[in-house]
């Protein structure tokens, strides 16, 4: 499943798309897919993601750029979690304190809910133990991975993080695995060669800028 902002910032927009559209049961859109698909302006966005946008849209074959133009706003509800960009009110909204998750906490048909947007690992609970912020912290050599026990009537609203563009300080690719049978939901933070996406964002004429941030997951 797909939380939105497939493209917007790399160096391989098609390749992306064309994996997503082979791998994922769902997608939605995220902000930087309406605005590549021109379903919005770019008012919001500061001058680097501007340009990368606009680099975005030039590259994109056209059946690409119809496929972000289809993809449907959240939230959605799948197999029994519900599925979202920014959060239940408004898919451009960053949910970043539990104050702003409560909402979403309290009115999602499910108990466990996906939610991006942010590219911030963890997410917020709300059950017996009150309202509670979720910060997974994976070991940082090598693959890390920290695992979520769901338990019965407490509520979710889970972030699996960025495969590109982490925001939370740990440069490597984040991404969850949710095992319905097992009520476990795991986070998952994996290394990759960052000098050689940062190369070719560079060859590509993006902002340095761009390139620069991927070592550091702000």
Known sequence: MCLGDLVGYGPDPNEVIERIRTLASAAI???HDKAIAGLSD????????RLAVEWSRSQLRPENLNYLAGLPAGPIH??????????MRDEDEYVFVPE?????????????SFFGHTHVQGGFS????????????????GIGVVSLRLERGTRYLL???????????????????????QSLVEFWRVPYDIAVVADRMNRAGLPEALGMRLYSGH
């Open 29 to 31: 859109r995220g902000n």
């Open 100 to 112: 702003q998750a409560l909402d979403g906490l309290l009115v999602a048909p499910h108990a466990l």
């Open 42 to 49: 770019l008012e919001d966005f500061n001058p680097v993601a």
């Open 78 to 87: 799948l197999d029994g979690v519900t599925l979202m960009h920014g959060s």
């Open 126 to 141: 709300f059950g017996e133990a009150g309202l509670q912020g979720l910060t997974p912290q994976a070991p940082r050599d």
């Open 159 to 181: 972030n699996p993080g960025s495969i590109g563009q982490p925001r939370d300080g740990d440069p490597r690719a984040a991404f969850a695995i949710y095992d319905s049978n």
